[in-house]
């Protein structure tokens, strides 16, 4: 797969990075970097997986599992106050999902709202409790040492959000605007390959798109996470609102990574997930493109909220033995 990724025009990795930028390695200029924005601070596991605190609007490069990705997240608030080293305490909830995380060797039992004891296994592993409480006040009593906690109302934990006497909200992480027309389609050539290796942080995210566009809702090329669980959704559009070629395609868990890559040539339409040719179409239309972007492409919605290996794109079309190996 290294030397078909030297054919590609654009190449993002979890490599550099600095304020306000996502550099991509090829190519080595700023007219291939994305620019990132998060206007609050954040945290990562870093390389030697321990937390360390980010600065607002630098890119999170994250080592959890081991694993250098870039994790783009949503806006999420700890709900928990003095979270470093938490006591026992009160947070209100509502009737959706919440997720507990801690370090620690202590435990946090749950009652109120909801019912439940979570465990730590060590001061270095990080565990979690995805739940649904009724609304109102959830008690959590602290036994133990527990560490770096967290509570928000998501159906998956986040990066660690430091708080003290309050609780603090996290901004969502947006990065988009790499490229150029040249970088993207040669100009108009009309044909090109996006592909991208990438996680989900559940098994059902909702929609996040990954969009090569002119910014508009009626020119654009999508890949990205579907409606539903475990599913991918890839898509284009050209001089209408109803695309063009539109495929759901469901693998069996989104949130290991998977591989997908989008031909798009006049009339000549390939589709491959994991290696496998999953659809094509010999009738669509392919517009002309100027950005890439991890949002819908035209007004910074369907924001791309998971975890990224790799997005290349190549602005000639692939074969399909290529396309097959890519994917692999």
Avoid: W
Avoid at 12 to 20: F, I, K, R, V
Avoid at 29 to 46: C, E
Avoid at 57 to 85: C, K, M, V, W
Avoid at 150 to 155: G, N, P, S
């Amino acid at each position: 797969m290294s030397n078909l990724l030297e054919l590609a025009s654009i190449i993002l990795t979890p490599t550099a990075y600095s304020a306000d930028t996502l550099h991509c390695i090829k190519p080595n200029t700023a007219t291939g970097d994305f620019n990132f924005d998060r206007n609050t601070t954040s945290t990562r596991v870093n390389s030697s997986g321990n937390v360390e605190a980010l600065s607002a609007n630098l890119p999170r490069i994250d080592y959890t599992g081991g694993t250098g990705h870039i994790s783009l997240e949503p806006q999420s608030t700890n709900l928990f106050l003095n979270s470093a080293t938490l006591s026992t305490q009160s947070v209100t909830t509502t009737a959706a999902s919440h997720t507990i995380s801690f370090y620690g060797t202590g435990s946090i039992t749950l009652s109120g709202t909801h019912s439940a004891t979570i465990n730590g296994t060590g001061a270095n592993n990080r565990v979690t409790l995805t739940f649904t409480p009724s609304s109102g006040s959830l008690n959590c009593t602290v036994s133990g040492t527990v560490t770096n906690a967290q509570i928000e109302a998501l159906a998956f934990a986040t990066s660690y959000i430091p708080t003290t006497g309050a609780m603090v909200t996290r901004a969502a992480d947006a990065a988009n605007s790499a490229g150029s027309n040249t970088l993207i389609n040669g100009g108009g050539s009309g044909e090109g390959v996006i592909y991208a290796e990438i996680a989900a942080f559940t098994s059902n995210p909702g929609i996040g798109n990954i969009s090569l566009s002119d910014n508009s809702i009626t020119k654009r090329i999508v890949i990205g996470f579907g409606f539903s669980a475990n599913q991918f959704l890839c898509s284009i559009n050209n001089g209408s609102t109803f695309p063009n070629f539109l495929s759901f395609q469901t693998v069996s868990d989104v949130t290991a990574y998977n591989k997908i890559a989008l031909k798009y040539k006049l009339n000549d339409i390939s589709l491959y997930i994991n290696g496998v040719e999953v659809a094509t179409d010999t009738s669509s239309t392919i517009p002309t493109l100027q950005s890439l972007q991890f949002d819908n492409g035209f007004n910074g919605a369907n924001q791309f909220f998971g975890k990224v290996k790799c997005v290349a794109i190549y602005k000639t079309a692939l074969t399909d033995s290529q396309l097959q190996c890519l994917t692999s």
